[in-house]
């Protein structure tokens, strides 16, 4: 009998949680000192994620309550600074199907006859399509990509205002507390980038497939 394929969520979960061994890294240097930083981050890496440490059997757990702590759709706003129509399915006819240079535009009005314009109705007929060609190779990979790094961007966020509150009720509103704020906000920031690139990957791969599909379906 095969084995179970692991939802991608689950395949994702060491890497969240070495990010949140990383992210508390962070935290215990800008609080102790911030003195040969870089060395001072791995120490406390390798300290943190140590097989010894309590910090190894309690991750996982964080993992999970942290990546929870947020609803899917302020995830989704984290990312694509939006809070309605945030995914990029809403944008996927009118905007990303034309930016894309593997396919044109009219190659999926087409096939698919009429195209919608509204947002909801784009999400939709666009997820129709996925759920059609969602085992593909291309599709799995950047759907993959694009959870991972939308929960490292939720995951820095958390860690943004968690962690500067916590030096402010510390009292250390200082230089550390700045540095603090600056380096997790560029973190935010650049994941965040990076996750809405991957979303609008993911969508346009789902096109690019179902383009070159000449079967009769």
């Excluded at 095969?2 to 949140?20: E, H, W, Y």
């Excluded at 943190?48 to 440490?53: M, Q």
């Excluded at 950047?142 to 916590?166: C, E, M, Q, V, Y």
Aim: glycine share 4%; proline share 3%; net charge positive.
């Amino acid at each position: 009998m095969s084995k179970p394929v692991k939802s991608l969520k689950s395949q994702n979960r060491p890497a969240l949680t070495a990010f949140i061994i990383y992210c508390l890294a962070v935290y215990i240097v800008f609080t102790t000192g911030t003195t040969e930083f870089w060395k001072s981050l791995i120490e406390r890496f390798d300290a943190l994620n140590s097989k010894d440490g309590m910090v190894a059997f309690i991750a996982p757990i964080l993992c999970v309550v942290i990546t929870g702590i947020l609803s899917v759709s302020i995830k989704e706003a984290l990312v694509f600074f939006r809070y309605k129509n945030a995914l990029p399915g809403h944008r996927a006819f009118s905007k990303l199907a034309h930016k894309d240079k593997r396919f044109k535009a009219a190659d999926i009005e087409n096939k698919m006859g009429i195209i919608p314009e509204d947002p909801d109705e784009q999400n939709a007929e666009w997820f129709k399509l996925y759920k059609r060609y969602e085992s593909d190779t291309s599709i799995i990979e950047a759907h993959k990509i694009f959870l991972l790094t939308r929960d490292l961007t939720a995951i820095s966020f958390i860690f943004l205002i968690l962690g500067t509150a916590s030096f402010s009720l510390q009292q250390q509103v200082s230089s550390p507390a700045f540095r603090y704020f600056i380096y997790m906000l560029v973190h935010y920031l650049s994941i965040g980038l990076a996750a809405r690139n991957y979303g609008n990957r993911f969508v346009t791969n789902v096109f690019a497939v179902y383009v070159t599909d000449h079967r009769k379906i």
